[in-house]
């Protein structure tokens, strides 16, 4: 399914995005959208993340490790990991069709592989974690929203990983290189570069193109990208530990 807007990437658009030195929404060129995560938000999962980034709202689910059915796929050396994307039939203005499509399947793939290069499959062999991530409303990004909140829920399961993934975006409107792309942006502008990085590091695990940037709006945009997401992961850090300090609070009430 083609988002809004999509056939016009790569092409300066008649809509105007950016005015007077500020974008549609009145941001800086290197500001993020508000952003909110909460961990530990579903009692029945191992693990668990509430995000709200902009307008996109996202739940992430972790269960395992687990026995892993059908036992046939058992893997004797790691665990299997496992990821479903999928957005609620409400979460765009236009009702969506339920169940996997093209996109969700490609979107499941390439987070999937991302959070392999980080987990220690190696320490639960035979197992499998299941990683699901709802889109409850979208609003640009959401991808990006989605990996970001199964790396704290994958955390919050006590899943041994090198560290946390945290994900941003850049991209380019109105010939500009911007931080983070809101939807009328990312409907009508003219690249956008999706990048998740083993948070602390340099250390890229997913990173997708779509529209042109020349070698120095690459390298600005990329700039930019790596200082959204130091934004993002202490954010992800501040959300692990408020659960956690509840946690020790609640235990000492309770003696």
């Not at 970001?148 to 041994?160: E, F, H, K, M, Y």
């Amino acid at each position: 399914m083609k988002k809004e807007g999509e056939k016009k990437m790569g092409m300066k658009s008649d809509v105007q995005l950016i005015k007077d030195g500020k974008r549609i929404d009145g941001r800086n060129f290197d500001e993020l959208r508000p952003l909110k995560i909460e961990a530990g938000v579903l009692h029945r999962a191992d693990g668990s993340c509430y995000l709200e980034w902009g307008g996109n709202k996202v739940i992430a689910a972790v269960y395992g490790p687990r026995e892993c059915f059908p036992r046939h796929e058992q893997d004797p050396l790691k665990a299997r990991l496992t990821y479903r994307y999928n957005m609620a039939p409400f979460s765009v203005e236009d009702r969506k069709r339920p169940g996997p499509d093209r996109r969700s399947i490609e979107i499941s793939k390439v987070s999937r592989q991302a959070l392999e290069r980080v987990v220690f499959l190696e320490y639960f062999p035979r197992t499998s974690i299941d990683v699901f991530v709802e889109i409850l409303q979208a609003d640009a990004g959401t991808r990006i929203a989605g990996i970001t909140a199964a790396s704290v829920a994958l955390a919050d399961a006590g899943i041994p990983m090198r560290g946390l993934v945290a994900g941003c975006a850049a991209g380019k409107v109105d010939d500009t290189v911007v931080l983070d792309l809101g939807k009328e942006e990312d409907n009508y502008g003219q690249a956008d570069m999706p990048v998740a990085m083993l948070a602390g590091t340099d250390e890229v695990v997913l990173m997708q193109m779509d529209g042109d940037f020349s070698k120095e709006e690459f390298d600005q945009a990329f700039e930019l990208i790596r200082k959204g997401i130091k934004q993002v992961y202490e954010e992800q850090k501040r959300a692990l530990k408020e659960k956690y300090e509840k946690g020790i609070e609640g235990d000492i009430n309770d003696q």
